[in-house]
């Protein structure tokens, strides 16, 4: 079953701009990723950060975790229009297996 | 990390049939998964498949519909049985996690049942 919950569904940007996807889950978890996936094809690993760590970076992005809130957020700087895909929070929280949210549809227009 | 080969990259079944989709990983794994893209949705966990031993299947699916396979540490597959157009999907192997890389995916297979 689904864990996790992003925000926006969809989201709709000009090349250059910032764009900022939550995600929420609802237990506790050992660590949170983000994935992206083009056009319903395999998904690619961005990032994972630990349940004690509060922001991590990688390039343009930048993830933060506030377990107190159970809540992370992925924030794209300056986007390109290959960045259109779609984004999805897991979490793993003490087995192997993941369990994804809903994910957020991102075009960044040209 | 990993390298997963997974085929067919899609397929279109006619109703009633099984496909069996492969994952042959470039490495020796402990645990592989499988997982189910619906239309539009996000992905949700079939499966996890050890080598030698059954396969431990998620609320909501069974080894009849689903039977797995994993004959060794680089290799699973899954059968989707007796298909009806319900099933149309993406199915999704992945292997992990490793310290910093999270889990890798294979590329996917979209199934169309018709």
């Known amino acids: 079953s689904q864990q996790g919950e992003e925000d926006p569904q969809a989201l709709s940007i000009q090349e250059g701009e910032n764009a900022t996807m939550n995600c929420s889950y609802k237990?506790?978890?050992?660590?949170l990723q983000w994935y992206r996936q083009n056009s319903g094809r395999g998904l690619v690993h961005l990032i994972l950060?630990?349940?004690?760590?509060r922001e991590k970076h990688s390039g343009r992005l930048r993830v933060t975790l506030d377990t107190s809130k159970k809540s992370s957020s992925l924030l794209i700087t300056a986007s390109r229009a290959a960045d259109t895909a779609s984004y999805f929070c897991?979490?793993?929280?003490?087995?192997?297996?993941?369990?994804f949210g809903a994910g957020t549809r991102l075009t960044v227009k040209p | 990390s990993a390298v997963i080969s997974q085929k067919p990259s899609r397929d279109i079944c006619q109703r009633g049939t099984s496909l069996t989709i492969q994952c042959q990983v470039d490495?020796?794994?402990?645990?592989m998964f499988w997982y189910r893209q619906q239309p539009g949705q996000s992905l949700t966990l079939i499966a996890t498949?050890?080598?030698?031993?059954?396969?431990?299947?998620e609320s909501g699916f069974v080894i009849d519909k689903f039977p797995i396979s994993r004959p060794n540490l680089t290799f699973s597959t899954l059968t989707v049985s007796n298909m009806s157009p319900e099933d149309s999907s993406i199915y999704l192997c992945?292997?992990?996690?490793?310290?910093?890389?999270?889990?890798?995916f294979g590329s996917g297979t979209r199934l169309t049942v018709v």
């Open positions: 950060i630990r349940s004690n760590e």
């Open positions: 992945s292997v992990g996690p490793t310290a910093n890389y999270g889990y890798t």
């Open positions: 490495s020796q794994v402990t645990m």
């Open positions: 897991a979490t793993s929280f003490g087995g192997n297996d993941m369990r």
């Open positions: 237990t506790s978890i050992n660590n």
């Open positions: 498949a050890n080598q030698g031993s059954e396969a431990t299947y």
